[in-house]
């Protein structure tokens, strides 16, 4: 193989070897989460996708304006752990 094709290869292959879908999680107990949106209005469902090593979690979730106030409440919330999807960060 000529020196240029063996560089071309490796400068094609090289990044699709840094695409791993299964992202490590972390070490000891977590729990980690995100919303589908950055910002809701009043009255509007809210979808969060949340992974934990523990098997429930409870969550309280308040209105931040000129006053903190709690809109919702729940305890044993079940979760179960699940790998962090490729560009997790940039596509949600």
Same mark, same amino acid.
């Given at each position: =193989? ?5 560089? =071309?290869?490796?400068? #094609?292959? !090289?990044?699709?070897? *840094? #695409? ?17 949106? #950055? ?8 979808? !969060? $996708?949340?992974? *934990?090593?523990?098997?429930?979690? $409870? =969550? ?5 304006? #000129? ?14 752990? $699940? ?10």
């Amino acid at each position: =193989m000529s020196r240029s094709l063996i560089t =071309m290869i490796c400068c #094609l292959l !090289l990044p699709a070897l *840094s #695409l791993r879908a299964d992202q490590p999680q972390p070490p000891g107990l977590f729990i980690e989460g995100y919303p589908d949106r #950055l910002s809701y209005a009043p009255g509007e469902k809210v979808t !969060l $996708h949340c992974s *934990s090593s523990a098997a429930s979690f $409870h =969550m309280t979730i308040e209105r931040v304006g #000129l006053e903190r106030k709690q809109v919702f409440e729940q305890k044993a919330i079940p979760v179960a752990q $699940h790998p962090i999807p490729d560009r997790a960060s940039s596509e949600g």
